[in-house]
């Protein structure tokens, strides 16, 4: 780019303006820069900000003494675990539950009251379901009534302030957002597929796992990322639904307590990146297996 | 289309609607909790309260001074949605028209707020905008805000441009229409239901976003998801129905702009960017 900018000017052949031009670089292409210059500055630049604060330790020490402090303080490092253990079920029983409902959805004419149905969770957002569910999961709140009064608990459940507390909201919030991306991909596939794999006297399994599988892997690898990264990222729920200092102290909370209680931007910088670190190891790890199941080509056949 | 019409198939089908049942109808009580709990008198150990009432809402409108919040609330969307529309249609027409080296480089510049999620990049975001002194103000959340939302409306309006044809513009410049004319009378008239989706959209998220808000409001520049999550982490201080009639007023908010925005776009493109729409 700047290759060019800087290339000298040629007193015969096409000005400098045409040969950008030619390129792509005109008047129009510069609409663009005003979102990029706001991307890096408000999200590149606090990124790489953050990276070098976190080896800047806010008490003194040596440059990795935050990262130190991290992976030798169990309250700290345990957060990492208790994240783990709350995001990857999470993620996988919206996976396994979206899969079969989105099947099913697909042969559906009307899917658009069910659709804005499961839109109401996201739209209402993680605070408001976190409210709700303190209620409703309460010992005196209806979902345990019910269970009582048809007699399949003797008294009731504890499902808020612990670990399903947060589970249940991350379901209600994460389920309908995996379940929507789902959507998107299994009806991106060309119906005439599975008709040909039933012509061939395919079952109704052996289509799924022949013909659908392969071709929505990869798919399932982008849904299973973005769904995990979402529930690794916890926090409202954790904090109101959960238990914030024991079980569901997820490392979104050590992040916060690090920069509004202890005003410590630092470590609260390095607890954010080594967040990012690990959203990103699984993300990798997750991309990385979906080379095993690739099988061929992901778009329909030719019409 | 193909139908099993086997008995397991029969049966696999019942329970997958079982399980569709099953957690609409949770997802409504939730919500009828709520509801019911802020027009309560008292509700202890009963399936229904002793009796009701709507003086939690006065009260929760007065001791969380709402009327404030709902101000800056609407201030704050207002700015998002207006300046993500100008940064993010005019970024969107220049990615849907040019291809130029580094492009798909700056694609994934505008897809990176999108993935990653807005806690990992908030506290980075807000430890920044404290040093810069921008944190707690009203310009400090709006800013956080459109870090998220004007990829958003990037990645929405290119699909959506893509599919006006650029002779229509050819055509405009032969009859002799400036870069401001072509912009008025050609593509605004053509990009208006686009732009209006991708920023109904943006209005939406950003009323929900709670996150960045919380991350660098003061108290002055709080908005009402903010104040709400306060409101329930001090639970205890204020009546539980105080607090469920402001959850009520919040949901109502929401799903106002829902409704509205639901008329113009499809339930899906709330969690999925705008696929190609066939051109009607």
Known sequence: MDAVAHAPAVEHGPSLRQRLAARGFDAVTLLVVPAAIFTLLLFVYPFAFGFVLSFEPKGGGDWLANYRRFFSDPFLYETIANTLRLAIPVTLVNLLLAVPIAFRVRLMRRQRLLTTILVLPITLGTVLVAEGLLNYLGPQGWFNRTLLTFGLISQPLKLVHNYWGVFASLVITGFPFTFLLTLSYVTGIDPALEQAAATLGASAWQRFRHVYLPLLMPGFAITFCLSFVQAFSVFPSAVLLGEPAGVTRVISIAAATAAFEEYDYSMASAIAMIMGFVQLAIVVVVLASRGLFYRGPASGAKG | ?280
């Not at chain 2, 397991?8 to 509801?35: C, D, E, R, Y």
């Not at chain 2, 027009?39 to 809402?57: C, E, I, K, S």
């Not at chain 2, 921008?134 to 800013?143: D, I």
């Not at chain 2, 805000?145 to 599919?163: A, D, G, H, R, Y």
């Open chain 2, 1 to 280: 289309m193909i139908r099993d019409t086997t008995i397991g198939s029969k049966l696999w089908a019942a329970a997958i609607w079982a399980t569709v049942g099953f957690f609409v109808l949770n997802l409504f009580a939730m919500i009828a909790t709520v509801v019911t709990s802020s027009f309560a008198t008292r509700w202890l150990g009963t399936w229904l309260p002793a009796g009701w009432t709507t003086r939690w809402y006065s009260s929760a409108w007065s001791e969380f001074q709402l009327w404030d919040v709902l101000v800056v609330t609407f201030q704050v969307i207002g700015a998002v949605v207006f300046i993500s529309g100008a940064l993010g249609v005019t970024a969107a027409y220049a990615l849907a028209r040019r291809d130029f080296p580094g492009k798909r480089l700056l694609v994934l510049l505008f897809l990176l707020p999108l993935l990653i999620p807005s806690m990992t990049f908030g506290i980075p975001l807000a430890t920044v905008l404290y040093q810069t002194g921008l944190a707690g103000t009203f310009w400090g959340v709006v800013a956080a805000n459109l870090v998220p939302t004007v990829p958003f409306v990037i990645l929405v309006m290119i699909p959506f441009i893509e599919q006006i044809d650029p002779k229509i513009e050819a055509a405009a410049r032969v009859f002799g229409a400036n870069t401001f004319k072509l912009f008025v009378y050609v593509l605004l008239p053509l990009l208006l239901p686009g732009i209006l989706a991708a920023l109904l959209l943006v209005l939406v998220r950003t009323i929900a976003m709670f996150e960045l808000t919380f991350l660098v409001a003061g108290p002055t520049s709080q908005t009402l998801v903010v104040a709400l999550y306060y409101s329930v982490f001090a639970a205890g201080v204020r009546a539980v129905q105080s607090i469920d009639a402001m959850a009520v007023i919040y949901m109502v908010t929401t799903l106002v702009w829902l409704i509205i925005a639901l008329r113009f776009v499809n339930p899906t493109q709330i969690v999925t960017r705008a696929k190609q729409q066939p051109a009607h």
